[in-house]
């Protein structure tokens, strides 16, 4: 009997472990994708949604490992210094449309202070795009092109239009021919470089010769994007919008019309109490409510779309479509500072949505 209090104490630390009391010493640590460094869209970009965070205190623990969509919106944490490491998609060797991007913050978090951290995604790794001369197959006919890089190698086939990326390093140009490997070029890829090469035959003595010739005419780098990937229309419009800003942004906006604002529906019914936007059994078709990833349900945190009775109100609403919570999707309106308690957009006129890709 005399140990129940105590085996008490230890299950109720059990409930709470993880959980780090409030306390006027410690601080809160939020985070968010950066907005203003924002551009038109690449297609090989995946869901925002889907990438891979990770947040550790100064020695090295682990307080968040998962999707950003999944993330909370904030830690409440003890003074000290954190890192957080974002990143698209693992990345280890060479391959085609696989463009990595991500950022590294390292944050010092006063006591009794909130500090928000703005994860800016820019390309970390480089590619390298072949122009094959028709007359390639003519001249090797049993010739491959490879890039190698340290043990790894990819394979370049004559008809390939993709980008191949590789880690921001020293990258080869291999023609493998009559059993042998000849190396064409050698040159040090730096982060955010996309490298034409054209790939010709020249004829010297009656026997070709391969050349490489580097186009510094497209040697572009890729830095921003816009958050979340594709901006194409699904329902057949064709429409980009490549001005659209984020539901954090908003405030930024207000008053403003017709802006183009995108974000994950999480949920609506926003006239309920409660802090919480709700994410079941919605009976409310006039609204519904984003944010900037998935995870977030605080109704302070996200946009009040009002859904006009009409076309935009049949494509959107939750009541029809419960299936649309956790979606990604475009909408054109007017930004107000109040709707049902929360930052807002009226008059909604135009959608885009998001469809699941294969």
């Known amino acids: ?63 968040y490992d998962g999707t950003y969509g999944d993330s909370p919106e904030f830690l409440q944490v003890e003074p000290g210094t954190y890192t957080l490491c974002i990143r698209s998609i693992p990345f280890t060797a060479p391959a085609f449309s696989r463009p990595q991007y991500g950022d590294d913050q390292v944050v010092l978090i006063p006591a009794g202070e909130t500090v928000n951290v703005t994860l800016r995604c820019i390309l970390l790794n480089a590619g390298i795009r072949l122009r094959i001369s028709p007359d390639f197959l003519s001249a090797f006919p049993d010739g491959v092109l490879y890039l190698k890089q340290e043990q790894t190698s990819l394979k370049y086939l004559y008809n390939e239009k993709r980008i191949a990326y590789l880690k921001p ?19 040090r890829l730096q982060a955010r470089e996309i490298l034409n090469l054209g790939v010709q035959v020249a004829q010297s003595g009656g026997q070709g010769q391969l050349q490489v010739m580097v186009d510094t005419s497209k040697v572009w780098t890729q830095d921003c ?10 329902g057949g419009e064709g429409r980009d919008v490549p001005d659209a800003i984020s539901v954090s942004d908003v405030s930024r906006h207000i008053d403003e019309k017709d802006v183009w604002v995108y974000g994950y529906i ?20 006039t609204h519904l409510a984003l944010a900037d990833r998935s995870s977030v349900t605080a109704k302070a945190s996200c946009l009040a779309v009002e859904l006009p009775k009409g076309a935009v109100r049949d494509a959107l609403n939750l009541v029809d479509h419960p299936e649309f919570i956790g979606k990604r999707v475009y909408v ?20 885009v949505l998001q469809q699941s890709v294969e």
């Open 1 to 63: 009997m005399a140990l129940l209090p105590l085996l008490a104490a230890v299950a109720s630390a059990c409930d709470d472990f993880g959980l780090a009391p409030d306390s006027p010493q410690q601080g809160k640590l939020t985070w968010t994708l950066d907005g203003d460094a924002l551009t038109k869209a690449d297609a090989e970009l995946p869901d925002t949604n889907d990438f891979l965070l990770t947040i550790r205190d100064a020695q090295g623990t682990v307080l």
């Open 332 to 351: 054109k309106g007017d930004l107000v500072a109040a709707y049902f308690g929360t930052r807002g957009m009226k008059n909604t006129k135009e959608y």
């Open 169 to 187: 390093d020293n990258a080869s140009l291999i023609l493998y021919n009559e059993g042998k490997d000849q190396t064409l070029l050698t040159r």
């Open 225 to 234: 994007f816009v958050i979340g990937g594709d901006n194409s229309s699904d």
């Open 266 to 285: 999480v949920g609506g019914d926003l006239t309920s109490a409660g802090k919480s936007v709700k994410t079941s059994g919605l009976a409310k078709a």
